[in-house]
């Protein structure tokens, strides 16, 4: 049996972890073993970052709807409350683009809000 050597794989390999390392400070970027520890941890890094992305935005939405409702004299949770009795199925992305550019139409929501609390 013919012995197979595998330094053209390893080589590939290896010039792929360090280009994907460019960049980084010091050894990160030149040595293969630090290389990969490092792609590994900002792999990990950027997985968990994602996660926080949407947490952050949501948060945001929430922040900027409930700052609108606030002008309009009622409170974010039953301004929700009154838009899913009202049968308003919008986003809290959609909310937060219409509160802050369009406030007239925020204002109608709130008030079909409120009118679907007072039934």
Not at 25 to 47: P, T
Not at 66 to 87: I, R, W
């Amino acid at each position: 049996m013919a012995r197979v050597k595998g330094a053209m794989m390893t080589r590939k390999r290896r010039n792929k972890v360090l280009g994907l390392a460019k960049g980084y400070w010091g050894a990160k970027s030149k040595h293969f073993k630090m290389a990969n520890e490092q792609l590994m941890k900002s792999g990990r890094y950027a997985y968990v970052g994602r996660k926080r992305k949407k947490r952050d935005f949501r948060q945001l939405w929430i922040t900027r709807i409930s700052a609108a409702c606030k002008l309009n004299g009622m409170n974010y949770s039953t301004f929700m409350h009154g838009l899913k009795l009202a049968g308003v199925e919008m986003n809290r992305k959609m909310l937060s683009e219409t509160a802050i550019h369009e406030p007239a139409a925020f204002a109608a929501l709130v008030e079909t809000a409120k009118a679907a609390l007072a039934k």
